[in-house]
């Protein structure tokens, strides 16, 4: 799943937490995926030195719960659909 600029949902809720947690500010904690939101992401992603992109993908959110862990935080927790989805990436590009 890849969550970016005008998604809307509890997870979007979820990750404005943690990175406003980790001292990243993402704006208004409201599920709202916007510009605050996303500048906090690429943020979060220069100083992790991965892809700076501003949107949240496997990677990032991977980066963001070993910070959390690190932390002593509550983990992002993503459903059980997601959860799936990530562990079977190859899965979708098998028709290449």
Do not use: R
Request: charged share 25%; glycine share 10%; hydrophobic share 40%.
């Amino acid at each position: 799943m890849l969550l970016k600029k005008g998604h809307k949902n509890e997870l979007v809720k979820e990750l404005q937490e943690a990175l406003l947690t980790l001292g990243f500010h993402p704006g208004p904690i409201d599920g709202h995926y916007g510009g605050l939101t996303e500048a906090a992401v690429e943020k979060f992603q220069k100083s992790k030195k991965i892809s700076v992109d501003g949107l949240c993908g496997p990677s990032t959110i991977a980066e963001l719960n070993e910070a959390l862990q690190q932390a002593g935080a509550q983990l992002i927790k993503l459903p059980d659909v997601l959860h799936q989805e990530l562990e079977e990436p190859d899965k979708l590009l098998g028709w290449v």
